[in-house]
């Protein structure tokens, strides 16, 4: 297992947010609803977001565990 000691999101919070903000447009809701017929969703970018934020202010465990989703810093699959 990885030293979880300097972990930190993948990405930006900037780009989390501007994933969400992008995925709530009309433009984009359009398109997809166009493309699959269904609408977009956008839940999983704000949860990215909410917990990039967590992480930044209070280091929160929490936010490193729910964490930038399949981020984690236990990098055993790939072989590390």
Do not use: I
């Not at 809701?29 to 017929?37: A, D, N, P, Q």
């Amino acid at each position: 297992m990885a030293d979880c000691s300097h972990w930190q999101p993948p990405r930006p919070c900037e780009a989390y947010r501007a994933e969400w903000k992008l995925c709530r447009s009309a433009r984009h809701f359009l398109h997809h609803y166009y493309v699959h017929g269904e609408r977009p969703a956008c839940e999983q970018w704000r949860r990215d977001l909410a917990s990039c934020r967590d992480w930044e202010e209070r280091r929160s465990a929490e936010a490193q565990e729910l964490g930038v989703v399949a981020h984690t810093c236990n990098l055993s699959y790939l072989g590390v």
